[in-house]
């Protein structure tokens, strides 16, 4: 594993953000599209993916529209407080205070606010940024990289202590997963949709960029959770979702 000092404290705080909630048109599963806040011992403040685009606030019907989501599913919940800045909010910090941003990767609900950080470098694979535009929704790519300061991976990477970047590609061509170690809650496992839910190796991986890796990963961070003894937060799992602590609660 590769280490790279983009980080100087541990993980201290976890903060699972709600950026709404989903329903899939396939199969009527609702799921809560999260990011998340990470606090360190040094006083860093890492935002971990950024939700929808902020036009949902305003027309989300048409934004749906416009987008192509409506042909994949609907938008149950998306409020004014479900994005980055008003999230942050609950937790007493403003956008301006985010150290590092992290994209897992670049599909509709983890990009959108990807602009709205001016003041932090962003950091993902080098995979997912040599695309030309982010990735979106489908065919649809309206999205422009945002020009800032990045910090591209390609392997699994050491960025702090503590706190670990994993390639997990399939889902996307340059998913990544993320490995911290809190001091309550111990090893702490963010699958972002590289496992979006822990029946999808049963339901299959129609839909992600390469089926076969997305397999791959899948089995590799089942297995890393199960020897780390990991706690595992999914990307999109509907029975976990109402379960977790979400901000201003924490996992420490």
């Not at 170690?181 to 979006?196: K, M, Q």
Request: proline share 6%; charged share 20%; glycine share 8%.
């Amino acid at each position: 594993m590769k280490t790279v000092s983009y980080l100087k404290g541990t993980p201290t705080k976890l903060h699972v953000l709600d950026f709404g909630l989903f329903q899939v048109h396939a199969n009527d599963r609702i799921i809560g599209i999260c990011g998340f806040l990470i606090h360190t011992s040094a006083g860093e403040k890492v935002l971990v993916d950024t939700g929808f685009h902020r036009k949902y606030i305003t027309d989300p019907h048409g934004s749906a529209l416009e987008d192509g989501m409506n042909k994949f599913g609907r938008i149950l919940k998306l409020g004014p407080m479900n994005f980055p800045k008003e999230q942050l909010s609950l937790t007493g910090i403003d956008v301006s205070d985010i150290d590092l941003l992290i994209i897992t990767h670049t599909h509709i609900d983890h990009v959108g606010g990807i602009a709205d950080f001016p003041n932090c470098p962003i950091l993902m694979s080098a995979a997912e940024r040599s695309l030309e535009r982010p990735l979106y929704w489908a065919d649809i790519q309206p999205l422009e990289w945002p020009n800032r300061e990045y910090q591209l991976l390609e392997n699994d990477s050491l960025i702090g202590p503590g706190f670990r970047v994993l390639m997990t590609p399939g889902h996307a061509p340059g998913q990544i997963s993320i490995e911290l170690e809190l001091p309550e809650t111990g090893t702490t496992l963010l699958t972002s949709d590289a496992i979006s839910r822990p029946t999808e190796i049963n339901d299959g991986f129609g839909g992600s960029w390469n089926e076969f890796q997305a397999k791959d990963s899948f089995l590799r961070l089942m297995d890393r959770a199960k020897e780390m003894d990991a706690f595992v937060i999914f990307g999109h799992s509907p029975d976990q979702w109402a379960k977790l602590r979400k901000t201003p609660k924490y996992y420490s």
